[in-house]
């Protein structure tokens, strides 16, 4: 763990994170040695932004009124400021599914997305999607 505290505390691009569109050269150094997944470059890049936590966690409990409170969890800062998603990120909420993608956001690689836990669905467009990897895709 030690030794390679320090290589994963630094792999990291502050600047990507808070939603600046970088290429190659401007994430090489910071994020080092997580940059791309085989030619297409990773957004974020880096170690901690691609570290997942997978704790499962569960009640044993007959009672039923036990909730899982997810609000506050997160600094209103680092929701503001510190992570956004990248520049030229567009979303929104369908609501005439007979409408294209590109009708809604105005752009012509755009995707859809259907949340079957609330019967929504999504259109979302990323930039340089051709040639970036995006981790919320």
């Known amino acids: ?7 994963y505390t ?13 290429d190659y050269d401007d994430v090489y150094s ?8 085989g030619s297409t470059l990773l957004n974020p890049c880096g ?7 997978n704790d499962v966690v569960e009640f044993d409990s007959s009672d039923s009124s036990v909730e899982m409170d997810t609000e506050g969890i997160a ?18 909420l369908v609501t005439d599914t007979s409408l294209s993608c590109s009708d809604v956001l105005g752009e012509s690689s755009c995707e859809s997305y ?9 259109y979302y ?13």
């Open 75 to 92: 600094w209103s800062a680092d929701m503001s400021q510190k992570f956004q998603q990248v520049y030229g990120f567009k979303y929104a």
């Open 1 to 7: 763990f030690y030794q390679n505290h320090r290589t």
């Open 114 to 122: 259907y949340d079957s836990s609330t019967d929504e669905t999504y």
């Open 30 to 37: 910071d994020c080092y040695p997580l940059i791309t997944n």
């Open 47 to 53: 170690l901690i932004a691609n570290t997942f936590f």
């Open 10 to 22: 630094k792999s990291r691009s502050s600047e990507q994170l808070m939603g600046e569109n970088l």
């Open 125 to 137: 467009y990323y930039p340089d999607n051709d040639s970036v990897q995006y981790l919320y895709e």
